[in-house]
T-cell receptor, first 116, second 114 residues
């Protein structure tokens, strides 16, 4: 089983629609969770961190369920500019070496296309 | 404030050759992580450098090695290139403080192995 799993999509939605992405992770020792956005042929950029209490940033809402090891991202009122690949990312302490040694594990990403 | 920079942007090599990729972290950051992103995949962690030492390593062979310099910049070296090494190589910088610390990515180096 992959450490971070996402539905690869693509999700094709009309402008103004609400779309939800889901992600599961297998390592219960995971400590921090993020959604990154990656535009075509560009580097990933942090969209938002994900907290157990849920967090919202404008049209974006992220939720974490530690018991189910499940992360979600909700996008309301989709814009054309939201078209991108959304990467679920898990951050955990990794083996070695002294204070604060962590690594990011990425899902394969979910591709979103917002259609006019 | 300069973000993470990487060079070169694109590179073409042949099988068996060696390649060196370079990364300069965001100002004030002390930790550099390297990732390999194959087409259609998420980035895969290669290794992380802090205080000029490799601190963590992903599931990559010894052909992949790196270095961090006193100014925190870093190099990724790949020996005996294989066709499967063709990918986008991403460098990310952060502060070595904890799991919530954001990693900032550079634009990447696209490597094509023929």
């Amino acid at each position: 089983r992959k450490e971070v799993e996402q539905d690869p999509g693509p999700f094709n939605v009309p402008e103004g629609a609400t779309v939800a992405f889901n992600c599961t992770y297998s390592n219960s020792a995971s400590q921090s969770f993020f959604w990154y956005r990656q535009d075509c042929r560009k580097e990933p950029k942090l969209l938002m961190s994900v907290y157990s209490s849920g967090n919202e940033d404008g049209r974006f809402t992220a939720q974490l369920n530690r018991a189910s090891q499940y992360i979600s991202l909700l996008i309301r009122d989709s814009k054309l500019s939201d078209s991108a690949t959304y990467l679920c990312v898990v951050h955990r302490a990794a083996g070695y070496s002294g204070a604060g040694s962590y690594q990011l594990t990425f899902g394969k990403g979910t591709k979103l296309s917002v259609i006019p | 404030d300069a973000g993470v920079t990487q060079s070169p942007t694109h590179l073409i090599k042949t099988r068996g050759q060696q390649v060196t990729l370079r990364c300069s972290p965001k100002s004030g950051h002390d930790t550099v992580s390297w990732y390999q992103q194959a087409l259609g995949q998420g980035p895969q962690f290669i290794f992380q450098y802090y205080e000029e030492e490799e601190r963590q390593r992903g599931n990559f062979p010894d052909r992949f090695s790196g270095h961090q310099f006193p100014n925190y910049s870093s190099e990724l070296n790949v020996n005996a290139l294989l066709l499967g090494d063709s990918a986008l190589y991403l460098c990310a910088s952060s502060l070595m403080t904890g799991p919530g610390e954001t990693q900032y990515f550079g634009p990447g180096t696209r490597l094509l192995v023929l």
